[in-house]
């Protein structure tokens, strides 16, 4: 904690601690350091109110207490005497409540950083009637409101982040004219209209964000007014019409991000033309034509995303010329050709994804090269041939090669010789001894001599701990031609172990009626038995993914091991060749996406069997994702967290939370991937 003697340095002008341990609050004794000018006790771990003598320092210039777990509202009496003051940091704590509008006591104020907290309310018009206003910095927290009229007062205005919130309306894109603004970001809020033609910008104009909004219409080319761009972020909104051409000619960009938008006709070659570009992202948009071989250009390039479109042609081989690539994806589109052999040069490269193409030929064995790799997918392609045997893409498993039939080798655990596509070399066959097939012989029988006792062994334990319940595929001789035969494993006592039982309780999988839900890897059926046992039964769609019953019992066999009280629980599989089969409790109550955008019955139930509110009346249908979002707006977003989950800094729970509502968004486009949903998080941990 502080210590409280530092309050006797009468003369005392500067105290600056940032950056330590420090706990506990600003010692009530320093009220009478009326002689101070800058207090800076940033990132540390004080909590707390703020302490409502702060105001009383006259000659107050920098008040910085950002980056702690300081709570409450801010007060008014912090800005009483704050005629000196030039910047005050509150960023980064768990503060609640709404601005106080005495902050334009604060003539002389040049800015203020009141981001990462849960501030709610409105954008208070004081904040630009003080004439020096050049900094404000409200992003990540809960304001609503249209906010154009009151920003565009800020004639002083060089730094405006008001991403994250709840603002509507028309963004306030008048201020990117002003004479010294350099960074504009307005990004995931709920601003509508288009992107105005820019008639003026700031030549310090350098990060311009509007993502993650309801924008629409077309992307001005008078946008390349702004020569001094850095960034520029359009993604995740509406925006339709075509990549203007003449953002080539913005030589200072180095991110550029058009993702997630309606945005068609091809990828300009003159993109190439940005030397020091390093972010290119246009995944999921309606993109046609051939990746530009100009883009080669881009030496300094980092990420190259143009995942999710219609692009076709080839990978250009001159694609090792950007020699700092550590992220390539061109998964979901249509590229064909061969993947070239020069991609073994990124040496540099941890994501690379050419999924969902029709490339074909055979995997270059120079992607061994890439010893960095942290995901790797070739799956879905027509790709054939031998698999390379290098451990760099060997450890990403069946997985990452799936789906192309003419694929063999490790870890496929297809044959090369069953299709034919292994390697001359390996279709030779030498000549042994007779000593050496003996010796074979040998060998093999014991080891299978070794594996039949072994099985007796499992069995025999099985019977005798008698937990599970193994029903080999033995209908009875009156069983009719259509049955299917498999293997059925019970873990669970309570179910029928007769096989007239099971021929009864799976006409549900023919029923319409017993269909609870589907997703992409299979439908699920509710099955009934006498006695009023009810299961639920997913029915896989493993056509590509599995290839053999050891394959999936083993798969099986890590679900098996899954325990946690919200998940559901494990009572079996079944296997036969044309059909697999899960079963596992059933819950009634509907599913995830019914609880998360309403069309159930009242009273929903997440998966942790609680209920997220109480419903003020019983018949009141309670749409989570609306309910969450009002809490959000209204500033009470605690009230939906665990209360085991108090002693986390609220601050980050709504951040996720709020991530979470975009990840539940109705319309597909609007969901982050996962790569985007990481990068989110990251920028939400705390330091």
């Given amino acids: 904690m502080l210590s409280p003697s530092l309050s006797s340095l009468n003369s005392l002008r ?23 000018w800058k207090l800076n006790l940033s990132s540390n771990a004080m909590s707390g109110l703020i302490p409502e003598f702060l105001g009383e320092f006259q000659n107050l210039r920098l008040l910085d207490l950002s980056r702690n777990e300081f709570y409450g509202s801010i007060p008014d009496a912090l800005f009483k005497n704050c005629f000196k003051t030039r910047f005050i940091s509150l960023g980064h704590n768990n503060l609640s409540g709404t601005i106080p509008l005495s902050i334009g006591n604060c003539l002389n104020l040049m800015g203020f950083d ?10 208070p018009s004081q904040i630009c009637g003080i004439p020096s206003m050049a900094f404000v910095s409200l992003r990540s927290n809960s304001l609503v409101g249209d906010v154009r009229e009151q920003v565009l007062v800020c004639q002083s205005l060089e730094f405006l982040d008001l991403g994250s919130n709840f603002f509507t309306g028309l963004a306030p894109f008048d201020v990117i004219g002003l004479t010294n603004m350099s960074y504009f970001n307005v990004s995931f809020n709920r601003f509508q209209g288009g992107i105005p033609e820019i008639r003026s910008c700031s030549d310090r104009m350098e990060t311009f964000d509007v993502s993650g909004n309801g924008l629409s219409g077309q992307i001005p080319s008078s946008i390349t007014i702004c020569g001094s761009l850095k960034v520029l972020n359009l993604g995740f909104n509406q925006l339709s019409g075509s990549i203007p051409v003449h953002i080539g000619n913005l030589k200072e960009l180095s991110v550029l991000r058009l993702g997630n938008n309606t945005i068609e006709g091809s990828i300009p070659p003159e993109l190439g033309n940005v030397e020091w570009l390093q972010v290119l992202d246009l995944h999921n948009l309606r993109l046609v034509g051939e990746i530009p071989t100009d883009l080669s250009k881009c030496r300094f390039l980092l990420e190259l995303d143009l995942s999710g479109n219609n692009l076709q042609g080839e990978i250009p081989q001159t694609l090792y010329n950007m020699t700092y690539l550590n992220i390539l994806d061109l998964h979901r ?103 050496a097939i003996i010796a074979i012989v040998a060998a093999a029988l014991i080891l299978i001599g070794v594996c039949i006792i072994c099985v007796m062994n499992v069995r025999a334990r099985r019977r005798r701990d008698g937990l599970t319940l193994v029903a080999e595929s033995t209908p009875p001789a009156s069983t009719e031609s259509n049955i299917i035969i498999g293997k059925l494993v019970l873990f669970s006592k309570s179910l029928p172990s007769k096989y007239e039982d099971w021929e009864a309780g799976t006409k549900a999988l023919l029923d319409k009626e017993c269909m609870v839900g589907g997703g992409s890897i299979g439908t699920v059926y509710r099955a009934s038995f006498e006695g009023g046992v009810f299961i639920a039964v997913k029915k896989l769609e493993t056509l590509g993914r599995i290839r053999s019953q050891d394959e999936f019992e083993q798969e099986i066999g890590r679900l098996g091991n899954l325990v946690h009280p919200n998940l559901v629980a494990f009572q079996g599989y079944y296997w036969s060749a044309t059909m697999q089969l899960i079963l596992s409790e059933f819950i009634p109550n509907g599913n995830l996406y019914q609880h998360l955008h309403g069309h159930i019955h009242p009273g929903p139930k997440l998966v942790t069997g609680r209920k997220p509110v109480e419903s003020p009346a019983v018949s009141e249908v309670v749409i989570l994702c609306d309910l969450v979002r009002g809490l959000l707006e209204n500033g009470t977003a605690s009230d939906c967290f665990d209360r085991r989950l108090r002693g986390f800094a609220e601050n980050e729970l709504i951040q ?17 991937s996962m790569a985007e949903v990481v990068q989110v998080l990251e920028s939400i941990r705390p330091g």
């Fill in 333 to 435: 589109n249509r590229l064909g050709g061969s993947i070239p052999t020069s991609l073994g040069e990124l040496s540099r490269i941890q994501f690379l994804d050419l999924s969902e193409n029709e490339l074909s030929g055979i995997i270059p064995s120079s992607l061994g090269n890439l010893t960095r790799l942290a995901h790797f997918n070739l799956s879905s392609n027509n790709l054939s041939g031998v698999i390379p045997l290098s451990p760099t893409i060997q450890n990403f498993g069946s997985t990452a090669f799936s789906n192309n039939p003419k694929l063999c080798g490790s870890p496929l655990g297809v044959s090369c010789s069953a299709n034919g596509s292994g390697s001359s070399a390996s279709r030779r066959t030498r000549k042994l001894s007779v000593s």
């Fill in 656 to 672: 996720v939370m709020k991530l979470g509502l975009i990840c539940t968004s109705e319309v597909p486009s609007r969901r982050p």
């Fill in 14 to 36: 500067i105290l600056t601690l940032y950056g330590n341990r420090f706990t506990g609050n600003v010692p009530v004794e320093y009220a009478g350091m009326v002689n101070i």
């Fill in 114 to 123: 009141f981001s990462f907290n849960n501030l709610s309310g409105s954008f």
